[in-house]
């Protein structure tokens, strides 16, 4: 049996029991999996120091000498053990807590011994609690202690003794083993392009790093590998599916299109839309199945470049739709195509959860008999019951909303794929893009319609509320519409924030002179919607909401936008909010009103969206901020993969690289038949742990 193979539980100081616990808590199973279960930091134990040396701020010490006598303090529970320990100049107590009769079998006076542990300053002493304590006579020479790793577990596993440190001495343990040697898992050809360690000695030195160089050159080993082979994979899957699929070609821009370029069009295109308007025609006139993602910031005109593509489908002889992730969008993207499209003859309906059974049969009937030109709509659009003539295009918006299975499903829609163009205001970072979105084109529009003036955003605490009740009036008087967003529907016990009933009675009462709407996720469609009009048409000046607004609501009137407790909401959460206003000609703000109590974290986010109004910048910075996450495709959003090693917010450089390599890889040998490419060939078999075609899911 490989070794990498082989199952944990026979492995010293693991057993039965431990074996089960690192499956249910790490997933760790086998050899190669104990071994890719990476530490997450480093201590350096390759020096001592002097008790002389020690200052506050110093994360952890090793320290050299012998403990010259114990002392119990306390009575009962809050009992305590102290350890007097000399370095043969001066001394510092060590501390214990618990396991007070195992610390003074265990260890004995005037035994050389090693303490390594964290310093804290005590009544003006300084003190280790609960030090690491090994017998210098028993330990490697101080040159080959090196650096020592720390390993993540979670608390079940500490009940269980199964700690960092117990994690360390498993995988030591596996060393003699290692040192043998293991097979590569990447070419010699690629190892010597980038002057990278063979996986043997990257494992190593991952664990039991000699030196800060050589850690560094294993990590960059893991990192290329990891990365390389989600590009690798990736990379293989689009060449494959454009051998593939063929796509419907659509052959000319005919009237429908031209008709409304010329007599309906409200304003003029930006040269952003108009790029993208033609890399769209490009694509579908090419024979490729198009599968391209169009990534704009809030209010940019990405949902009229979608009408266009819908337009050169149905000139074409298709049918399109377009599929949004809320009832409120859906409906918000039909009546605006309905007002664009004007008499020009076009058939669209829309269809959601909401379209009652009559009306719902009729759109079957019309879509099956190719009456029905574009169909808008939610979820619904992925029943089986939804069947279409002739489907050439499909729009999905927001796509980070819906599961990579759901939006599979729309695939299914005609015997050969349709064109699909998957659409997002939220900004994604170029490396995430790469690895989340690798497989599609990526066209960006990054200019604002002309007109609009940028949001000016304000941080406010608390205690400025009468000022900002006073700007709303002014807004107000002046014909504009406000927004108030909360973070939660009703009062929490365990959360001190301002709900959203509370706000609405609350605002009822400060502005007794003007109407006020309420919407939140758990009203019924038709409350929500009705509630919705009423702020549209104007009857209503201020809207009360939860997040539910944060997607697509388009009231070109509203102004303002005041964001309650914005310190519980995520950067590209905020972002999409202020994304509500700044949709007409008038100048827009967004406040965001927050506690005092913020932490650098939350300060930074807040400074961000002060500081900038673009999206990009915002996701760059939340990326940094936030990380990617833990992120599955098939839960609503993100990475179909997780990342052990690798760091989207810092390895762009590396995924760039990585991503170039694949794809000389894969131009040079497609199915990666020869010799020196059947290793990756075997690690992409052993990748595939999901049933999940990603390559064919936009």
Known sequence: MDFFTQDIQFFPGVGPKRAEL??????????????RHYPYKYVDRSRFYMISEISENMPFIQLKGKILRFEKVGEGRSQRLIAIFTDGRQSIELVWFKGLKFVTERYKTNIEYVVFGKPTLFNGKYNIVHPDIEILSQLPTVEQMGLQPFY?????????????KAIQKIIYSLLPELQKGIPETLPAYVLNRYGLLHLTDALINIHFPKNSHLLNRARQRLKFEELFYIQLDIV?????????????????????????????????????QKKVIREIRADVASGKQMNRLLQGDVGSGKTLVALFAMLMAVDNGFQACMMAPTEILAAQHFESLKELLGNIGLRIALLTGSTRPKERAEIHEKLLNGELNILLGTHALIEETVQFKNLGLVVIDEQHRFG?????????????PPHILVMTATPIPRTLAMTIYGDLTVSVIDELPPGRKPIQTFHFYDNKRQ??????VKQIELGRQIYVVYPLIQESETMDLKNLEEGYEHLSEIFPQYKISMVHGKMKSAEKEAEMQKFVTGKTQIMVATTVIEVGVNVPNASVMIIENAERFGLAQL?????????????????????????????????TMVNTNDGFQIAETDLQLRGPGDLDGTQQSGLPFELKIANLAQDG?????????????????PQLQKNENIILSEQLKKMKT????WSVIS
Not at 152 to 164: D, G, V
Not at 404 to 416: D, I, T
Request: proline share 1%; aromatic share 12%; glycine share 4%.
């Open 22 to 35: 690192l499956k249910k808590e790490l997933n760790i199973r086998t050899a190669e999996d104990l071994l």
């Open 152 to 164: 993540n577990t979670s608390e079940k596993m500490k009940t269980h003794f199964l700690n960092s």
């Open 236 to 272: 293989k899957q689009t060449a494959w599916r454009n051998q593939r699929f063929k796509g419907f070609v659509f052959k000319h821009v005919g009237n429908y299109f031209n008709t409304f370029y010329r007599d309906y069009l409200p304003f003029e295109l930006t040269n952003a």
């Open 404 to 416: 990579v299975a759901q939006r599979a499903r729309l695939w299914s829609k005609n015997v050969q």
């Open 467 to 472: 000022a900002l009740y006073k700007f709303m």
């Open 575 to 607: 972002h999409q909010l202020r994304g509500r206003v700044g949709r007409g000609a008038d100048q827009s703000y967004c406040i965001l009103l927050t506690g005092y109590k913020l932490s650098n974290l939350t300060r930074k986010r807040i400074e």
């Open 653 to 669: 450089k590396m995924l760039e690289i990585a991503r170039k390599t694949a794809i000389d890889i894969i131009e040079d040998d």
């Open 690 to 693: 999901s049933s999940l075609n």
